[in-house]
């Protein structure tokens, strides 16, 4: 009996350390109830302690299997095949409290802005879109989307937001930096995330899948991959089949599925990708060319690298179903640049290095569009490694060099309107994560 004792204890502080970063903490105390049960029934029947040692294995097995235990650490996103864990969307106004509670605070907000605004129906409007934007946010939400090419990338429709409604956590190589700031550049406020170590998002490439943000790799552990859940970064039991420390790009794909991981360097640069699907499953295949730091963007909503670091090359790739293809040159030896894709099918890339003229820095605002490469405008600052972010009608670009956070306007029409600079980062960033989000998060 005392070792069947031991093994409990051990077991419970086990539990309640898994449970600390869980979401899923109602499901999982219904789930130990029942292995408590399980246990009760097996052991009662027990005369030696043989029978004892056996129950108290089932038990351990069992509460492991639970949302939240050993198997499932942060709950059912880790185990949605789990009895429990089923049709969690299912009437999910009537049984599911974390949609009840994201659906009641996006209500109580649109409530909050409908009855400040003045008689003008532009302000209506604005209120009722920044709901929408809540809403999306909220589990079991589906989010109107366009499906695309033969390799089922999708995107998402981009409704107009305005920037003072905007709010983007960002993410630096320190984590204790992370801050989160408003479109319009009114607040950039400290914001704490939890992570094993204070440099673990350093280099790392990021991508949304099933709604959550991702990281995968950097200099911290190359083959990484890490959720951010509430306001901590999980790392996940799945692992990159490479070790990617620096230099790679990670894109989200199939209507945020799946995330699309390629090139960067650990002991050689790279030339394979990766797809992850949210669980263990991690499939690799090889990329015609290296593109180190070439970042990953959609050009006709098919996934899309330019340029490199290390070759210093002006080659621009799409990946189709049947590999990889070429497109047109880049005018410059480019990398450490960012790509973004816009609605009507061309894709923008921002700042970077021009190796052609000594690594430069460079401002240029480039758009890749009919199979032509045009130079529509300039950043403020030049810069290179930053992040962008398209949210609404507005590129956000956060430099690493210069520190500058600069928005880029565009019409309807998705011309270039405007660029302006809204305020700076508190450090030499270079590529932080970045993640729309909902005022007030992790503050």
């Known amino acids: 009996m005392p070792f069947l004792l031991i093994i409990l204890i051990n077991l419970a502080q086990a539990s309640l350390r898994q449970r600390d970063s869980c979401n ?20 009662k029947n027990c005369e030696n302690s043989d029978c004892l040692r056996k129950c108290a294995e089932e038990v351990i097995a069992c509460e492991n299997s639970c949302p939240c235990g050993a198997d499932c650490p942060t709950g059912c996103v880790d185990c949605p095949e789990h ?136 200099r911290y552990d190359g083959t990484k991959i890490a959720r951010l859940d509430d306001c901590t970064l999980n790392e996940l039991p799945a692992r990159l089949n490479e070790e990617r420390d620096y230099g790679h790009a990670a894109l989200s794909i199939e209507n945020e599925k799946k995330a699309l991981i ?19 499953t991690v499939s690799t295949f090889s990329a015609d060319s290296t593109h180190y730091h070439g970042g990953l963007g959609l050009y006709k909503n098919q996934p899309a690298s330019v340029g490199c670091g290390s070759e210093q090359h002006q080659k621009g790739e799409t990946l189709s179903a049947t590999g990889w293809i070429a497109l047109p040159n880049h005018p410059k030896r480019i990398s450490s640049h960012s790509l973004v894709a816009l609605e009507n099918q061309s894709m923008l890339l ?10 430069a820095y460079e401002s240029g605002i480039w758009q890749l569009k009919d199979e032509n490469w045009n130079q529509i405008g300039d950043l403020l600052q030049a810069d290179y490694q930053g992040s962008a972010i398209y949210i609404g009608r507005s590129i956000y670009y956060f430099g690493s060099n210069s520190k500058a956070i600069e928005r880029l306007d565009f019409t309807e029409t998705e011309d270039l309107q405007t660029v302006a600079q809204i305020g700076n980062q508190q450090g030499s960033y270079f590529l932080p994560v970045l993640f729309q989000t909902v005022p007030n998060y992790c503050i």
């Open 262 to 280: 390629c090139f960067g360097f650990s002991s050689d640069f790279l030339k394979t990708c990766e797809f992850f699907d949210g669980s263990t």
């Open 350 to 359: 921002i700042g970077g290095r021009d190796h052609g003229n000594g690594g």
């Open 83 to 218: 009895p429990l864990c089923a049709d969690e969307c299912e009437d999910a106004q009537l049984n599911n409290n974390d949609y009840k509670i994201c659906v009641n605070e996006a209500i109580y907000e649109l409530d909050i802005c409908l009855k400040t605004c003045p008689p003008e129906i532009g302000c209506h409007n604005s209120c009722y879109e920044n709901y929408t934007q809540m809403l999306f946010l909220c589990p079991c939400i589906e989010q109107e989307t366009t499906t695309t090419t033969e390799i089922s990338t999708t995107t998402t429709q981009i409704s107009p937001i305005e920037p003072s409604d905007v709010f983007i956590l960002v993410i630096p190589s320190s984590v204790d930096k992370s801050y989160l700031q408003s479109g319009d550049g009114s607040s950039q406020i400290l914001a704490t995330i939890n992570a094993p170590e204070n440099n673990y998002a350093e280099h790392a490439a990021y991508a949304l899948v099933n709604g959550k943000l991702h990281i995968f790799g950097g």
């Open 24 to 43: 899923d903490q109602e499901i999982s105390n219904e789930c130990l109830a029942v292995c408590d049960a399980d246990y009760f029934d097996c052991s």
